[in-house]
Structures are given as structure tokens and as C-alpha cells.
């Protein structure tokens, strides 16, 4: 049966997702069979398992860092945000309906049998869980009920280590004031505390060292360092501030309801690239690649682009004959007409931006799948792709029915400057990336240097991680905790 150790934060965005991949690889290298887990997981980036089922991101991200599948298991319960009060409830990698904020936390209670048997049989596959809370164990309305951080770590027995932020600043309030909110037999779990996010030099927060040791009567086990890899972000917290420079300009529409903008990372490993985050008109300067992310919410976030006066703006920067690319809701935007006869989305209908032609209907049934294909020969501006191999995952509701040639073996559609698919992760292979950057470099008589996969850029990165977490945390008394448990 594994051990676990549990990573909690004093709030969201202190670093507990990467965290909790850290020690997932730096497990791995020491020769442990180490996995993921996170009960209960708010966020619009999510991954489909080999076996079809959805889970969140940063969990699959996780386990590529532990150097295994991505699975279900590792996150139980799933909640993609509707709206400000409402979310899709995904249990066990399958939609379970929509709830509103109230309802389901009286219901949440009884998923804790669902988190526990995926716990334990994880358990029983592995040496080492690394367990990721959520947000703060502190949230007083919250913890009746509590099912992701001090409930979860009652319930399994799993020594806790606490995580500050102090590049936000009052991190000794971050953490004696959470451990002071703290029920005794919860702060009995907390076996040590982590500073996160330092920046300079670490020496000088020695005697800061001494004042959080003193008054809460726990070692410090690491102050670690504001990391530079470039690893993917939770959509809760990312910071997606709009960036310039670099020779190549991609810009991003930053749809309120935007999901899986992971898909856009691998072209920021690239030299003299910048990708920004556009959410207004006033932002859009003149890229020379624009992309349309998926969305939980198209038809709204359709009305959004139409309202911002964002449509007009694309529409005349297609018109010129630059290139636009959509993904899943962005793919479903560019064409013609969406329609949600059965609610999925609350109802109705909307025109596109009639740049591709085609017409979607959204539908109940929840298309899930990983999935791998070429691309068709194809002319116009996406050209470069004939033929390129690519691997990826569909999350999709409805059916989009096209006019046009199949962009790939796998769907999708193209007109021109104009191409889209249901395809996440289609530029993640290097084929793909580096024909599409090369192209736009030789536009503008740049040089251009190939790009790796983003699987062997991450791979690269989780390294990056270990090596620079391992430096700053005491290793030896970690391993210490998670063999007396608690």
C-alpha cells in the first residue's frame, strides 16, 4: 500500500499544482512508482485518458512528470465552471449533469466514497501518492464537508505540508494565520511548511526561517526558489497577461469562458515568439497568426465576441488574408451558425463569424476521445501542414457538419486563410509546430530554428523542476514523514 504526502496551500495559486509534479518526478528519479492525486479539481483545461474519460490538466500533467499514464483515478471529481454560480460535475471521467453552487455542496459529501475507492486503488498500484489540495484548508464556511484538503487528509491519514506564497507578500501571515484557523486534530497533520516563490537571495529569509519555525512550532523544509520553467498553468490562476515582442506575434482571443489554451504553449518554446492574451478590440494590434480557443460556453461566448465588437476585428483581419486557426469552440465560432436545440448550453441559437462553411449543433452526448491522424494536402495559408502526423484528444458537445474538405483524416475544415478542428494538442507534435512557425518566419525573412515535440519539451522541463525543487527543500525529512505517516 503507497504512502502519501499531501500538498496544501494557504490559498489559490501558490504553487501546489507544480509543487505536487515536482515531487512526482523527484520520486520517480529515486526509483519510487509515484502517482498523482487530486479528489476534486475546478478548471476548464482538461485531458481525455486513453480510455476516454476526463479529467483536469494539471493531474495529467502530473503523471507525465511521474512518468506514467494520466488516468482517471488520479482526479475523481471534476467541476468545469458554467458561469459564476454553476459548473459541470464530471465524476470518474463522465459528465454527471450540471449544478448550480448551493446544490452541490449538499451533495458533495457523497462523492467522498467515489474519491476514497479511487484513492486506495491507487494505492494499491503504488509506492508513493503525491496529493494535491485545493485553494485553502482554512475556508471556514467551507470545511463542513470538506471532501479535497483537511477532510481528504483525516479520511486517509496523510501527513500534510503546508505551502506559502511570499512573492504575494505576508507569507508568515499566510501561514501561522492558517494553521491558527486550523481544528487541533487537523493541525496534528501539518508536518512542515514550505515557502514558495522566493525571489533573490535565500540566505537573507534565514531569519525568517527562525520565526516561522518558532511560532508554529514545525521545520521550514524548503524555501524554494520563483521557478523558471515552463510548465502549464491551472486556467483558475494563469497568468495571461498580454505580452509583446518577439519577431512572430500570435495572438490568442481571451473568450471569457476560455478552456484548454494549453493548446497554444508549444509555440512559446520557440525563439523570438511571443503568444498574447487579447480581450478587447484596443489589444489586437497586427499578429501574424490568430487562434480561437475552445470555450464551455460557445454560444455565449460568440454573443461576447459580437458584443466587443472582437467580430468585426476578425473579420477584417481575415479578409486581408492572415491566418486564423480554431480549436473545438474556436472551430465551432468560425462558422456559420450554432445551434443548441437541447440546452446544453441553455438553448438557442447564434450566427458564427461565417469564416469557414459549416454549422454546428450542439448536442447532450459528451464527445471524449484521444485520437491521431495527418492532415489532408491542403492549400491556402495552413499549407504547410500536407500531410503532417499529429496526436490529440477530442472534449466536445455537437456534431459540425462542413461544405468544405476535410481539413484532416480526423475532420476539421479550411477555406483559405481560414482552418479549424476539434483537435486538442494538434500542434503539440514537432512536425506540426515547426511547418507552421517556419512558414511565418520565411514571411517575414526571419531565421528560424526546429522545434521539439512538446512531450520531449516537458520532459525537459520537469527535470528543470526537479533539480531546482530538490536544491531547495530538505529531501531527507520529507521522506522521514512519509514513512512515519502520521
Not at 270 to 280: A, C, F, H, K, Q
Not at 387 to 400: D, L
Amino acid at each position: 500500500m503507497a504512502r502519501s504526502v499531501m500538498i496544501q496551500g494557504t490559498m489559490s495559486g501558490v504553487g501546489k499544482s507544480l509543487l505536487t509534479a515536482a515531487l512526482c518526478r523527484i520520486f520517480r528519479q529515486d526509483g519510487y512508482r509515484v502517482a498523482p492525486f487530486k479528489a476534486q479539481n475546478m478548471a476548464l483545461n482538461s485531458f481525455v485518458t486513453a480510455e476516454g474519460l476526463e479529467i483536469g490538466r494539471a493531474q495529467a500533467m502530473q503523471a507525465q512528470a511521474a512518468g506514467i499514464a494520466p488516468s482517471a483515478l488520479m482526479n475523481p471529481v471534476l467541476l468545469k465552471p458554467l458561469n459564476n454560480t454553476g459548473s459541470q460535475v464530471i465524476v470518474n471521467g463522465k459528465p454527471l449533469g450540471n449544478m448550480e453552487a448551493r446544490p452541490y455542496f449538499r451533495y458533495r459529501k457523497s462523492l467522498l466514497p467515489v474519491i476514497l475507492e479511487s484513492y486506495q486503488t491507487l494505492a494499491a498500484q503504488y509506492d508513493i501518492l503525491v496529493i494535491e489540495g485545493a485553494g485553502s484548508p482554512a475556508e471556514l464556511n467551507l470545511r463542513k464537508d470538506d471532501i479535497v484538503n483537511m477532510g481528504l487528509a483525516q479520511a486517509i491519514r496523510a501527513p500534510v505540508l503546508l505551502t506559502g506564497d511570499i512573492d504575494r507578500g505576508g507569507v508568515f501571515a499566510q501561514l501561522l494565520g492558517t494553521l491558527s484557523l486550523l481544528e487541533q486534530t487537523e493541525q496534528a497533520l501539518v508536518k512542515g511548511l514550505l515557502v514558495n516563490k522566493f525571489r533573490g537571495d535565500v540566505s537573507l529569509f534565514a531569519d525568517g526561517v527562525n520565526i516561522l519555525e518558532e511560532k508554529s512550532g514545525l521545520p521550514v523544509l524548503g524555501v524554494i526558489p520563483c521557478l523558471a520553467c515552463q510548465l502549464e498553468e491551472e486556467d483558475s490562476t494563469a497568468d495571461l497577461a498580454v505580452q509583446s515582442g518577439g519577431g512572430i506575434d500570435i495572438a490568442v482571443i481571451r473568450l471569457p469562458r476560455m478552456s484548454n489554451f494549453t493548446d497554444f504553449d508549444v509555440f512559446s518554446q520557440y525563439p523570438d515568439v511571443s503568444v498574447r492574451y487579447i480581450s478587447g478590440v484596443q489589444q489586437f494590434g497586427d499578429p501574424d497568426l490568430l487562434l480561437l480557443p475552445g470555450t464551455k460556453h460557445t454560444i455565449a461566448d460568440m454573443q461576447w465576441l459580437h458584443d466587443s465588437g472582437l467580430s468585426a476585428v476578425i473579420l477584417q483581419y481575415a479578409a486581408s488574408g492572415r491566418p486564423v486557426f480554431g480549436i473545438c469552440g474556436g472551430f465551432q465560432m468560425l462558422g456559420k451558425r450554432i445551434t443548441d436545440p437541447d440546452g446544453t448550453e441553455g438553448g438557442g441559437s447564434i450566427a458564427g463569424l461565417g469564416l469557414l462553411p459549416c454549422e454546428t449543433v450542439l448536442g447532450k452526448e459528451k464527445e471524449l476521445r484521444q485520437i491521431s491522424g495527418t492532415f489532408h494536402e491542403i492549400s491556402g495559408s495552413f499549407g504547410c501542414l500536407s500531410g503532417a502526423g499529429f496526436q490529440g484528444y477530442e472534449i466536445h458537445h455537437g456534431k459540425t457538419v462542413s461544405a468544405s474538405p476535410p481539413l484532416t483524416s480526423c475532420g476539421g475544415a479550411f477555406s483559405g486563410n481560414v482552418a479549424g478542428c476539434y483537435v486538442h494538442g494538434i500542434f503539440d507534435q514537432a512536425e506540426v509546430s515547426s511547418r507552421l512557425m517556419q512558414a511565418l518566419c520565411q514571411q517575414k525573412q526571419l531565421p528560424f530554428s526546429p522545434g521539439i515535440s512538446r512531450e520531449a519539451y516537458r520532459e525537459q522541463q520537469f527535470d528543470l523542476l526537479a533539480a531546482s525543487v530538490r536544491e531547495a527543500i530538505d529531501l531527507s525529512t520529507i521522506y522521514h514523514i512519509l514513512e512515519e505517516g502520521v
